[in-house]
């Protein structure tokens, strides 16, 4: 990492997340496994020195962690129990270590949830700031989700990060886009139904009556703060069940579809995968795996004038004037699917009608 790089996170760190001289701070990334594409080894295998420029920098302001864990191979699976220990600290752990297994697989009773958080609450040894650098993303997982609703720690989530994302998304005006992105939040704020299409097939409604959207524009230096460094959307867990039509990604996780693929959803869920690129083979297993993965989990929309990359859906998903559309996990943000698994695609140039009241109006960016 060069100076100018270093200079960058380090503002991140007192700027975006507040870090201060008497708190802890835990960074942690995964490695490169084998199974990576040959287009994204060189991203891949700059993550853990990213991931160190983070830790020295944030160790010279506070006490800081570092760990790293082989990769998980999906989004929203939980992170190994040696990472909650440093998290939470082992005298606490050690509480409800017998339910490692349980909540390494994701099938935690909501007693046994309440429980654990009772216990971390109660044992008060949770690190202050956690910057998440691995390429599968942690943020809707338990383990963020008590960090910071339990514990009140600041939470940055930065899975698939590029160091070019520091010169470009992360460089825009904090404030412009904090305006921009609770302009975005105020007009969707109430909507019962949103509707979205677009010229290239799609057409699909969500159901967000009772739901609440939320900001994301990158200032996470308030206690319980979550959110995407690089940041810039507005987003919702749809009502489940809820959501019926046709939405068509021309984009993957890191790389363009060689064929457009089309989800059919209805009542919630994708029935069918129309496509021929080997993607949809990829996640028809995911689904024969785990059903609840097929849940529409997620609709966002984009507010970062400086996100431009559509290769890369850390950024893609914040770039301005798109939608988003995830399948799986929706438990950490306001749903009730939890699976290990979460996936989102971008759409560009959408139409989007907002239903408020049984009134209608147009989702207008400028």
């Given amino acids: 990492m060069n100076s100018q790089a270093n200079q960058i996170i380090r503002k991140i760190l007192k700027n975006n997340m507040g870090l201060k001289p008497n708190e802890r701070c835990l960074v942690f990334t995964d490695l490169l496994n084998e199974d990576v594409v040959e287009n994204q080894k060189l991203r891949r295998s700059k993550l853990p020195l990213i991931a160190k420029a983070f830790f020295e920098e944030a160790n010279s302001i506070a006490k800081a962690f570092y760990f790293e864990y082989p990769s998980l191979g999906s989004p929203a699976s939980e992170p190994p129990f040696e990472l909650w220990e440093i998290a939470f600290g082992k005298s606490c752990t050690k509480e409800f270590e017998y339910l490692k297994e349980k909540i390494l697989s994701k099938t935690l009773s909501d007693e046994e949830k309440i429980l654990i958080e009772s216990i971390v609450k109660q044992k008060n040894e949770s690190v202050d700031v956690i910057i998440a650098l691995p390429n599968y993303s942690t943020s809707h997982t338990f383990f963020r989700k008590l960090l910071t609703n339990t514990c009140g720690s600041r939470f940055a989530s930065m899975p698939l990060f590029d160091e070019n994302m520091l010169f470009g998304p992360l460089s825009v005006d904090i404030e412009e886009l904090k305006d921009n992105t609770l302009r975005v939040y105020e007009i969707l704020k109430g909507a019962k139904v949103i509707k979205v299409s677009a010229k290239n097939g799609t057409q699909i409604e969500f159901n967000t009556e009772g739901r609440e959207f939320l900001a994301d524009y990158g200032l996470l230096d308030k206690p319980g703060s979550f959110g995407n460094l690089p940041a810039g959307e507005v987003f919702?867990?749809?009502?489940?069940?809820?959501?019926?039509?046709?939405?068509?990604?021309?984009?993957?996780?890191?790389?363009?579809?060689?064929?457009?693929?089309?989800?059919?959803?209805?009542?919630?869920?994708?029935?069918?995968?129309?496509?021929?690129?080997?993607?949809?083979?990829?996640l028809e297993g995911i689904i024969k795996k785990y059903p609840q993965a097929a849940n529409i989990a997620e609709l966002g929309i984009g507010t970062n004038k400086k996100a431009k990359d559509p290769l890369n859906i850390l950024e893609a998903e914040k770039i301005y004037k798109t939608i988003h559309m995830a399948l799986g996990d929706n438990s950490s943000f306001g749903g009730k699917v939890s699976v290990p698994f979460h996936q989102d695609f971008v759409l560009f140039e959408p139409n989007v009608i907002i239903i408020k009241d049984n009134k209608s109006e147009y989702l207008y960016f400028d």
């Fill in 236 to 282: 919702i867990a749809p009502n489940e069940g809820a959501t019926n039509g046709y939405f068509v990604a021309e984009f993957g996780p890191t790389f363009k579809f060689n064929n457009n693929l089309c989800f059919v959803v209805k009542d919630g869920y994708v029935r069918e995968i129309i496509g021929s690129d080997n993607y949809t083979n990829t």
